[in-house]
């Protein structure tokens, strides 16, 4: 034999060529962290499953939260046949390749367990090609979404679905599937304590991730000396924030922004300032919707706000970025602690609701120019009072 050739791995050896993440999958649904409010048996899947009868479903929720997993434990537990689609690389033929396979297996009564991920993606023609398989029970349709369903999907197809939302996963599940990860390999993470803690923050709520990281430092040297977080930093890359500026996450943290800065917290205003700024969001966006805040939400309880965030608007188009960020974020500060007033914004709101109801009214004639002879007569003008005329500057004329 070459000595120069690799041997090639004992059959034993072919599981610890497999991805971790892909070994750690889970085998059944008790086995899925995090998502217990849907999967425990007073949740409303669990409770599908317990009857053997699933309804079609979107599932909603972040990455690496389990959506393909649940997918195929749904169909294994319900005897039903997996058939995986990514909207990403299928089209209508694929589309018709399923349904037709489906029907056959419906035929001898054989259900099929349709799993759509990126279901969003497909446009709506390619959504109503659903409806009538999911309508007439050809597939349990299970669609997987990281987008707001509501506006992704068109309403024809969510009617026939439910929409379940998964969670992000949380520092204890997270924590789980380290310790599972050890278990597995036989061997511990060679972190601090604190190391540990921001290694599950670096996965940002993402499991596939959090095991990629395990997987990498699991392959350092035996004699490795615990890492801190510096240290930690520098081994793995940070995952990119998860922040699209034209989808449901860009309207979430603008949301907890304006209402962090109405409820006077700058502590956490400024954290969603740095989420958005982070993501890559337009910082000249979040300067305008504080012009907006400052005439909305403080008006008169303090008019100079409005001058303020202005002059963070003018002070980031001078110097750009990451100078001019500094101002926006002294602006979201004065604004959470300013004084705040919805008069001007309800009273103005009041009085166009009335203009509308009252049409084409004419004013009082009392309030009217009476630049000739006849429209004097007519009683324009009559009785006006110049305010600065009267002795205190004030007529009180209504």
Same mark, same amino acid.
């Given at each position: 034999?070459?000595?120069?050739?690799?041997?090639?791995?004992?059959?034993?050896?072919?599981?610890?060529?497999?991805?971790?993440?892909?070994? /750690?999958?889970?085998?059944?649904?008790?086995?899925?962290?995090?998502?217990?409010?849907?999967?425990?048996?007073?949740?409303?899947?669990?409770?599908?499953?317990?009857?053997?009868?699933?309804?079609?479903? *979107?599932?909603?929720?972040?990455?690496?939260?389990?959506?393909? $997993?649940?997918?195929?434990?749904?169909?294994?537990? $319900?005897?039903?046949?997996?058939?995986?689609?990514?909207?990403? +690389?299928?089209?209508?033929?694929?589309?018709?390749?399923?349904?037709?396979?489906?029907?056959?297996?419906?035929? *001898?009564?054989?259900?099929?367990?349709?799993?759509?991920?990126?279901?969003?993606?497909?446009?709506?023609?390619?959504?109503?090609?659903? /409806?009538?398989?999911?309508?007439?029970?050809?597939?349990?349709?299970?669609? &997987?979404?990281?987008?707001?369903?509501? +506006?992704?999907?068109?309403?024809? /197809?969510?009617? !026939?679905?439910?929409?379940?939302?998964?969670?992000?996963?949380?520092?204890?599940?997270?924590?789980?599937?380290?310790?599972?990860?050890?278990?597995?390999?036989?061997?511990?993470?060679?972190?601090?304590?604190?190391?540990?803690?921001?290694?599950?923050?670096?996965?940002?709520?993402?499991? #596939?991730?959090?095991?990629? *990281? =395990?997987?990498?430092?699991?392959?350092?040297?035996? @004699?490795?000396?615990?890492?801190?977080?510096?240290?930690?930093?520098?081994?793995?890359?940070?995952?990119?924030?998860?922040?699209?500026?034209?989808?449901?996450?860009?309207?979430?943290?603008?949301?907890?922004?304006?209402?962090?800065?109405?409820?006077?917290?700058?502590?956490?205003?400024?954290?969603?300032?740095?989420?958005?700024?982070?993501?890559?969001?337009?910082?000249?966006?979040?300067?305008?919707?504080?012009?907006?805040?400052?005439?909305? @939400?403080?008006?008169?309880?303090?008019?100079?706000? =409005?001058?303020?965030?202005? &002059?963070?608007?003018?002070?980031?188009?001078?110097?750009?970025?990451?100078?001019?960020?500094?101002?926006?974020?002294?602006?979201?500060?004065?604004?959470?602690?300013?004084?705040?007033?919805?008069?001007?914004? #309800?009273?103005?709101?009041?009085?166009?609701?009335?203009? !509308?109801?009252?049409?084409?009214?004419?004013?009082?004639?009392?309030?009217?120019?009476?630049?000739?002879?006849?429209?004097?007569? /007519?009683?324009?003008?009559?009785?006006?009072?110049?305010?600065?005329?009267?002795?205190?500057?004030?007529?009180?004329?209504?």
């Amino acid at each position: 034999m070459d000595r120069d050739v690799p041997a090639l791995p004992l059959y034993g050896d072919e599981e610890a060529l497999r991805p971790l993440a892909d070994r /750690l999958r889970p085998q059944t649904l008790g086995e899925v962290v995090g998502q217990e409010h849907l999967l425990a048996s007073e949740g409303p899947i669990g409770r599908m499953v317990a009857q053997q009868r699933l309804v079609s479903m *979107i599932l909603w929720g972040p990455p690496g939260c389990g959506k393909t $997993t649940i997918a195929r434990l749904l169909a294994e537990r $319900t005897h039903l046949v997996f058939e995986p689609l990514s909207a990403t +690389f299928s089209g209508v033929a694929d589309l018709r390749k399923v349904f037709q396979a489906a029907g056959r297996r419906r035929e *001898i009564g054989q259900g099929t367990l349709l799993f759509v991920d990126e279901v969003h993606r497909f446009n709506r023609a390619q959504q109503d090609s659903f /409806l009538p398989y999911v309508e007439d029970g050809t597939v349990v349709l299970v669609g &997987a979404t990281t987008e707001n369903p509501s +506006f992704e999907l068109n309403g024809a /197809l969510l009617s !026939r679905c439910q929409v379940y939302v998964l969670r992000r996963l949380d520092d204890a599940a997270l924590e789980t599937l380290t310790a599972r990860a050890e278990a597995v390999t036989g061997r511990g993470l060679p972190l601090t304590a604190d190391a540990r803690q921001a290694l599950r923050a670096m996965a940002d709520g993402d499991g #596939r991730y959090l095991l990629n *990281i =395990v997987e990498q430092l699991q392959a350092l040297p035996d @004699d490795t000396a615990p890492l801190d977080v510096a240290a930690l930093t520098r081994q793995v890359q940070q995952r990119a924030p998860q922040y699209d500026k034209a989808q449901d996450s860009h309207y979430n943290l603008i949301s907890a922004l304006h209402k962090s800065m109405r409820g006077s917290d700058p502590d956490a205003a400024l954290y969603w300032l740095a989420r958005m700024l982070d993501g890559g969001e337009d910082p000249l966006y979040v300067a305008r919707r504080l012009v907006r805040f400052a005439t909305e @939400d403080i008006g008169m309880a303090d008019p100079q706000a =409005v001058q303020q965030a202005l &002059a963070a608007w003018d002070v980031y188009q001078r110097l750009g970025s990451p100078e001019g960020e500094l101002a926006v974020a002294q602006a979201v500060v004065y604004l959470a602690t300013a004084p705040k007033s919805v008069a001007v914004h #309800r009273g103005f709101g009041a009085a166009r609701r009335r203009a !509308r109801q009252t049409g084409s009214l004419m004013p009082p004639a009392h309030i009217l120019n009476a630049p000739t002879g006849l429209m004097r007569n /007519l009683g324009y003008g009559e009785s006006y009072q110049y305010d600065p005329d009267t002795a205190d500057g004030f007529s009180g004329a209504d």
